[in-house]
């Protein structure tokens, strides 16, 4: 059988004025002229050297064509760059290497939040057909399902966004304990990642902080004092097993989980409990970061009581959140890993509920 060889340099039109191609077509400037384009998004691991034209806008996202990397934080950047140059009758250009995986990945994205209807199966079902060769690797079709459940908002008041980030924030820290070994520039980049993620918890502990009064009239919202010194130390939603919408995790590999009376509290059967990063853990963070210190005790900020413990070294326990999503006429499992880095000590706290 004569097998068919595909012309990766192709320019595949997606939705009228959006293309998808590999870099080939990005560096030819007779093909751009010939399609109009007035937009150039290169999703590529390294800055490509082009023949600029004065017409045509460059941006450049930096993504390896890899399962671990990080997609989701750059969607609301290039939904706007699209959006914009789109809204402005400027053709579009769309490329990594081959145009493949990592430009397929981005112009799914951008279907799926332009096109509110639209879910992960259906945008990869328009851009396959336009360009048979498409397929994102695992990594990145695992975060377009997420992207999915979160209806496409990357906000961190969503739990899932937080789960998602908490687990890219520990990776990226512990990551700075194995890569002494790599190049200079591949340590600064993890210390980059971590500093990032670091941020967007940042942001919203500052978000939490204007809404905390709308927050403490809520009735039956749970706060955890420290027993000591009675400073309130986190809430209801820094939990690890703590759902906005009343799911829990679903792990087959680790200690029952057992839900108590206390309204979205879980707590484990050896009596600790699982957060994710709060704000004056945040703060010390940055501190063990410089020093690469991989584990220790868990103070109360106010009267520096032990609390618990934090432990970043791998391998992690961890939670698994799973759920359901169509994927190429089938039913596929996706799930957000969170590890359990932690952990603080029943006894050492109090629950305060608002009535």
């Given at each position: 059988?004569?097998?068919?060889?595909?012309?990766?340099?192709?320019?595949?039109?997606?939705?009228?004025?959006?293309?998808?191609?590999?870099?080939?077509?990005?560096?030819?400037?007779?093909?751009?002229?010939?399609?109009?384009?007035?937009?150039?998004?290169?999703?590529?691991?390294?800055?490509?050297?082009?023949?600029?034209?004065?017409?045509?806008?460059?941006?450049?996202?930096?993504?390896?064509?890899?399962?671990?990397?990080?997609?989701?934080?750059?969607?609301?950047?290039?939904?706007?760059?699209?959006?914009?140059?789109?809204?402005?009758?400027?053709?579009?250009?769309?490329?990594?290497?081959?145009?493949?995986?990592?430009?397929?990945?981005?112009?799914?994205a951008y279907l799926m939040c332009s096109q509110k209807s639209s879910s992960f199966n259906d945008a990869y079902r328009l851009v396959k057909s336009k360009r048979t060769i498409i397929g994102p690797n695992?990594?990145?079709?695992?975060?377009?399902?997420?992207?999915?459940?979160?209806?496409?908002?990357?906000?961190?008041?969503?739990?899932?966004?937080?789960?998602?980030?908490?687990?890219?924030?520990?990776?990226?820290?512990?990551?700075?304990?194995?890569?002494?070994?790599?190049?200079?520039?591949?340590?600064?980049?993890?210390?980059?990642?971590?500093?990032?993620?670091?941020?967007?918890?940042?942001?919203?502990?500052?978000?939490?902080?204007?809404?905390?009064?709308?927050?403490?009239?809520?009735?039956?919202?749970?706060?955890?004092?420290?027993?000591?010194?009675?400073?309130?130390?986190?809430?209801?939603?820094?939990?690890?097993?703590?759902?906005?919408?009343?799911?829990?995790?679903?792990?087959?590999?680790?200690?029952?989980?057992?839900?108590?009376?206390?309204?979205?509290?879980?707590?484990?059967?050896?009596?600790?409990?699982?957060?994710?990063?709060?704000?004056?853990?945040?703060?010390?963070?940055?501190?063990?970061?410089?020093?690469?210190?991989?584990?220790?005790?868990?103070?109360?900020?106010?009267?520096?009581?032990?609390?618990?413990?934090?432990?970043?070294?791998r391998p992690y326990n961890y939670r698994r959140y799973t759920y359901t999503v169509q994927y190429d006429d089938c039913q596929w499992m996706n799930e957000v890993i969170v590890p359990l880095v932690l952990?603080?000590?029943?006894?050492?706290?109090?629950?305060?509920?608002?009535?």
């Open positions: 059988m004569t097998k068919i060889k595909y012309d990766y340099a192709e320019m595949s039109e997606i939705i009228p004025g959006l293309y998808l191609s590999s870099i080939d077509s990005a560096l030819d400037s007779q093909t751009l002229t010939s399609y109009s384009i007035k937009t150039i998004v290169s999703v590529l691991s390294n800055l490509p050297k082009f023949n600029r034209i004065d017409s045509i806008d460059y941006y450049y996202i930096e993504l390896d064509d890899d399962e671990q990397q990080d997609l989701l934080v750059n969607l609301d950047q290039t939904f706007q760059i699209i959006e914009q140059s789109l809204k402005n009758n400027r053709n579009v250009l769309v490329h990594c290497a081959l145009g493949v995986s990592r430009s397929s990945a981005t112009v799914m695992f990594g990145f079709r695992r975060q377009l399902a997420l992207y999915e459940k979160l209806d496409c908002d990357l906000s961190m008041t969503n739990i899932w966004m937080r789960r998602y980030i908490f687990n890219r924030l520990v990776h990226s820290y512990s990551d700075s304990y194995y890569d002494h070994q790599q190049p200079i520039h591949c340590q600064s980049r993890k210390a980059k990642n971590f500093s990032h993620y670091l941020k967007m918890f940042q942001g919203y502990f500052e978000q939490q902080q204007q809404q905390s009064q709308s927050i403490v009239c809520q009735p039956n919202f749970v706060y955890y004092k420290c027993k000591s010194c009675r400073s309130i130390l986190f809430n209801q939603n820094d939990l690890i097993d703590h759902d906005n919408n009343g799911e829990y995790s679903n792990n087959d590999t680790h200690k029952k989980i057992t839900n108590h009376h206390h309204h979205g509290s879980n707590k484990s059967i050896d009596g600790t409990i699982y957060i994710m990063i709060v704000k004056w853990i945040a703060d010390d963070l940055l501190k063990y970061f410089d020093s690469l210190k991989k584990s220790g005790k868990i103070d109360c900020p106010k009267c520096q009581t032990k609390l618990g413990r934090f432990e970043w070294n952990s603080i000590t029943q006894s050492k706290i109090d629950t305060y509920i608002v009535q």
